[in-house]
């Protein structure tokens, strides 16, 4: 068997390193708390993973705050620093990134027209700015089990609103399975082995 001609990966409608790019929104100690929608530690393994999947395919990452220059917010949580920490980081006072103005320059300047889209909370420092990024033509993906919301039926309500907007709703397994398509590809496939971990602390490597 062999894999068909590969796509021009710039054009591909599918996900791919070359086309698309990672928006980390809010992962902040004081929001992380405040997530009722999903378990947090599971929402935190998925966000991280999220986060080093970007890393392996080499994605531009824009990874943003809220309010910690104004002292009123504290920065973003230790896992996610572990992993990022290297990159800087856009602070907003704007509930809606997309509404400041260094941010949405930042996005722009990656030249990339699918963005993955991530933050809490999904009813709000999510929904905001994926809403307008569609409006501005981008195509917006969002990982459901790595975003949260203040109670469950605010997060479903928001990814309803969302997905009638024209927001894609993916998972974190799918984005890694998508980045990765083809086993061939090998330079990334230790990095996508990640994809079988999980926050109950399943391994692949203690499973066989």
Known sequence: MTTETIRNPQTDHLLTPENSALIIIDYQPIQVASI???????????????????????????????????????????????????????????????????????????????????????????AFPALDAIQEGYEVYVPVDAVGGTSLAAHDAALRRMEQAGVKLISRVQLYCELQRDWSREASVPGFMGVFENHDGFNVENAV
């Not at 947090?40 to 824009?62: C, G, H, Q, W």
């Not at 943003?64 to 104004?70: E, F, G, H, R, Y």
């Not at 230790?78 to 996005?107: C, M």
């Open 36 to 126: 009722r929608s999903m378990s947090r530690d599971e929402m935190v393994f998925n966000i991280t993973s999220v986060a080093k999947a970007a890393l392996n395919y080499k994605l531009p990452i824009i990874h943003s705050t809220v309010n910690v220059a104004t002292g009123r917010n504290k920065p973003p949580i230790a896992q996610l620093q572990e992993v990022l920490g290297h990159l800087p980081t856009y602070d907003r006072t704007s509930i809606n990134s997309w509404e400041d103005v260094q941010f949405k320059a930042a996005v722009k300047a990656l030249g990339r027209r699918k963005l993955i889209m991530t933050a809490l909370w999904t009813e709000a420092c999510l």
